[in-house]
């Protein structure tokens, strides 16, 4: 889209009177330009949070500071339009896309969603989908991945580092602005194993969560979520399992013509609002 929004620019100051400096000139066609793309092509782009923590051990990446979070959900408040996931699938089925539209994700299940993130979301009247990884959330077990990065570490894991315990999940389960969505049962790489054993992650995972939470779950999210991650087989699975739209990890934006089952998502790192911004202005 640049490539081309570029290529239209300058096409269109050829046309131009003359009578602004080049650079304002350059600014307003160029803005012109994208307001009337984004009007006919309307996207959206949906956020990929893990962790919001200040934790020092993270190698994966997975942790937004809580002061950063803040400031990056103040920021899309203020400029966007924050919405719902299953707003955005209505809004995608009835090609009635709308620009500059923000969902807010999580994978995983981390305490820290409850603690860190749910006051600022509540606080801004913010909504987020939570994926909850089914065989660890309610358990007293450690995300294996982060069980992998404190092997032969002194330090001992971190509270915040811990899934959801069960009351923990409960709780931010009743949360208005809060829907609860699946994420497999041990968050294996579906692609990679059988096709039985994609479907009992899948389906018993979200059992297990809509019996711990006394809830229907809609959404699904593809654990790790590349392109080597799920294949068709594995979207079909997700269908039978009753799920009614899902996300991948796939760096794009969602447009109206998005699989509904496949949506794409942009992993938000620990970034302070200047470099937020910098980065968003790739994701829209």
């Given at each position: 889209?640049?490539k081309?929004?570029?290529k239209?620019?300058?096409n269109?100051?050829r046309?131009l009177?003359?009578?602004l400096?080049?650079k304002?000139?350059?600014?307003?066609?160029?803005?012109f330009i994208f307001?009337?793309?984004?009007?006919?092509?309307?996207?959206?782009?949906i956020?990929l949070?893990?962790r919001?923590?200040?934790?020092k051990?993270?190698?994966h990446?997975?942790?937004?500071s809580?002061?950063n979070?803040?400031e990056q959900i103040k920021?899309?408040?203020?400029?966007?339009?924050?919405i719902?996931?299953?707003?955005?699938v209505?809004e995608?089925?009835?090609?009635?896309?709308?620009?500059?539209t923000?969902v807010?994700?999580?994978?995983?299940?981390?305490s820290d969603?409850?603690h860190?993130?749910l006051?600022v979301?509540?606080?801004?009247?913010?909504?987020?989908t939570?994926?909850?990884?089914a065989?660890?959330?309610?358990?007293?077990?450690?995300?294996?991945w982060?069980?992998?990065a404190q092997?032969?570490?002194?330090?001992?894991?971190?509270?915040?580092?811990?899934?959801?315990?069960?009351d923990?999940?409960?709780t931010?389960?009743t949360?208005?602005?809060?829907?609860i969505?699946?994420h497999t049962?041990?968050?294996?790489?579906l692609a990679k194993?059988?096709?039985?054993?994609q479907?009992?992650?899948?389906?018993k995972?979200?059992?297990?969560?809509?019996e711990m939470l006394?809830?229907?779950?809609?959404?699904?999210?593809?654990p790790?979520g590349?392109?080597?991650?799920?294949d068709k087989?594995?979207?079909?699975?997700?269908?039978?399992?009753?799920?009614?739209?899902?996300?991948?990890n796939?760096?794009?934006?969602v447009t109206?013509n998005?699989?509904i089952?496949?949506l794409?998502?942009?992993?938000?790192r620990?970034?302070?609002?200047?470099e937020?911004?910098?980065?968003f202005?790739?994701?829209?």
């Amino acid at each position: 889209m640049t490539k081309l929004i570029h290529k239209t620019t300058k096409n269109l100051l050829r046309k131009l009177p003359i009578f602004l400096p080049a650079k304002k000139l350059h600014y307003l066609a160029r803005r012109f330009i994208f307001k009337i793309y984004n009007a006919l092509f309307p996207t959206a782009t949906i956020l990929l949070y893990h962790r919001i923590s200040d934790s020092k051990n993270d190698p994966h990446r997975l942790c937004v500071s809580p002061e950063n979070f803040r400031e990056q959900i103040k920021f899309l408040k203020e400029n966007f339009r924050v919405i719902p996931l299953v707003q955005l699938v209505r809004e995608v089925r009835s090609k009635k896309l709308k620009s500059k539209t923000v969902v807010i994700t999580f994978d995983d299940g981390y305490s820290d969603n409850l603690h860190n993130a749910l006051p600022v979301l509540q606080e801004l009247d913010i909504p987020a989908t939570i994926f909850f990884t089914a065989g660890y959330v309610g358990s007293n077990k450690l995300f294996y991945w982060d069980l992998y990065a404190q092997t032969g570490e002194n330090t001992p894991p971190e509270d915040q580092g811990r899934p959801l315990t069960l009351d923990e999940a409960k709780t931010l389960s009743t949360a208005r602005i809060i829907e609860i969505g699946g994420h497999t049962i041990n968050h294996p790489k579906l692609a990679k194993i059988p096709p039985n054993e994609q479907f009992v992650e899948i389906f018993k995972g979200k059992i297990i969560v809509e019996e711990m939470l006394d809830i229907p779950l809609l959404s699904f999210a593809y654990p790790f979520g590349g392109r080597d991650s799920f294949d068709k087989n594995t979207i079909e699975l997700v269908k039978k399992a009753g799920f009614q739209y899902a996300c991948s990890n796939t760096h794009k934006r969602v447009t109206n013509n998005s699989n509904i089952y496949a949506l794409p998502r942009y992993v938000v790192r620990n970034w302070n609002l200047e470099e937020f911004k910098k980065e968003f202005t790739k994701f829209i």
